[in-house]
């Protein structure tokens, strides 16, 4: 029978290779984005294990809109699967690792009595089988749970293809799933992995779904009901690397959050990290901006009444990169202005550039009781260096409604200082 050692030598080993498995482990769960992630500034005091700063400390948001700093990292990065885009595949010569149940519920216990974390995000390459994998996902999130009472937030990734038992035990310890449809088209998918089948995602999000809805309604009946995944399911899709129009990647979106009833979908900039052919070549940008303008235009479908075909249809298949969403689909658009906010409805005020729900709430409230001209609106905070353009209120000033939408875009241009200016500029005279 093996003894168990407890020297001091031995102690120090398994340090070391804990250590070594989460620098690995964390590096590869980077890649997600499915958690926003943000490096930790706090470093290892005492000589205690771990040290947050670079060791896969990302912050994600719970269902209540708190923000959480988490533990992100793999269970393992050795993989049965070979998709092209990712750093984990089979063929990519890297170190691999593969961490123990017990090693994450301790590493994370550890973690969160330090204070350096207030959850744990897992995720993982495949071994052996989506099954085998996900049990063990299943495994941590259990054995924190009844074991540990751990009550911090856990978001674990759903492997594709796992089976329906899993999903629905998954849900019961975690308070977020996700699994990535990775690529956005199916034929992109079958170009770059070809091994993969999008039915596969489908299946576990599809057990999720429902399950989130049943347990939902049992809740309203018996109090004592348990929570399936409360803060619901999301997914990633990476942007860049198999060649779909930014029309396509929104109206993956769209379904998925119909469909699915998704709280996010992430959109990860491709990182060109080999010389497949079928991929962007090393050295290519990461497409920083497209990304960008990526989100704000699922904010405008979730928060601001926007429908896919109105931002991006057959005439216009891709994102302007200079101008944000809302504006470029305004400038498009000039007969729907200017909107006088004295009158407009709350769907119409939310699409005056510049102008964000906040804004919109403001005038409507303000609105009962006066008026509302330039200084009321001012007074209000209102922004209204774009607004201006496309708005008439009680005063006369600033209307500009003989402009059409080059000539505004072009004035508005000339005002504006983007963060993204250095990477506009290249990018925009490529076509000067
Ligand atoms: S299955 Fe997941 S971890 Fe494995 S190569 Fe594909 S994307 Fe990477």
């Known amino acids: 029978m093996t003894q168990i050692s407890n020297s001091p030598k031995s102690i120090f080993m398994s340090f070391e290779r804990i250590q070594e498995k989460l620098k690995i482990l964390a590096d590869a769960a980077k890649y997600d984005v499915s958690c926003a992630s943000s490096g930790s500034k706090r470093s290892n005091i005492n000589k205690g294990l771990g040290d947050a700063t670079g060791m896969g400390i990302c912050h994600s948001y719970t269902e209540d809109g708190r923000c959480v700093s988490l533990l992100k990292i793999l269970l393992t990065n050795y993989c049965i699967f070979d998709c092209a885009y990712c750093v984990t595949r089979k063929s990519n010569d890297i170190k691999r690792a593969a961490f123990q149940v017990q090693e994450v519920v301790d590493l994370t216990i550890n973690f969160y009595r330090r204070n350096y974390i207030e959850g744990l995000f897992l995720s993982s390459g495949i071994f052996k089988s989506a099954d085998y994998t996900m049990e063990r996902l299943v495994a941590v999130a259990k054995k924190l749970r009844l074991e540990e009472n751990f009550n911090g937030y ?239 209120c009680d005063s006369r000033d600033f209307e500009r409604r003989d402009l059409t939408g080059p000539q505004l875009k072009s004035i508005i241009l000339q005002n504006t200082t983007s963060k993204y200016q250095n990477i506009l500029s290249p990018q925009l005279n490529l076509f000067g």
Do not use: C
């Open 154 to 392: 856990i978001h674990l990734k759903s492997i594709p293809g796992a089976s329906d038992e899993l999903m629905k035990e998954a849900g019961l310890y975690a308070d977020r799933l996700s699994v990535n449809i990775e690529i956005p088209t199916k034929e992109g998918l079958k170009l770059l992995a070809p091994e993969k089948n999008r039915e596969d995602f489908i299946k576990p999000m599809l057990k999720v779904k429902n399950e989130i809805i049943q347990y939902q309604s049992e809740k309203k009946i018996i109090k004592s009901t348990p929570t399936f995944a409360p803060a619901g399911q999301s997914t990633q899709m990476i942007i860049g690397a198999s060649g779909e129009s930014d029309q396509q990647i929104m109206w993956t979106s769209n379904y998925f959050y119909k469909k699915f009833n998704l709280k996010r979908v992430y959109y990860s900039g491709y990182i060109p990290i080999s010389h497949d052919p079928r991929l962007p070549q090393i050295g290519t940008d990461v497409p920083m901006l497209r990304e960008n303008r990526l989100y704000q235009t699922d904010w405008l479908m979730r928060f601001y009444g926007f429908e896919v075909h109105e931002i991006l249809n057959n005439e216009h298949q891709n994102l302007d990169l200079d101008v944000d969403p809302k504006l470029g689909w305004a400038l498009r658009n000039m007969a729907h202005f200017p909107v006088d906010v004295n009158k407009a409805d709350k769907f119409m005020l939310a699409r005056i550039p510049g102008l964000g729900m906040k804004s919109v709430h403001k005038i409507l409230q303000a609105r009962q009781f006066r008026n509302l001209n330039w200084d009321h609106l001012k007074l209000m905070g209102v922004a209204l260096n774009r607004a201006k353009y496309f708005l008439v």
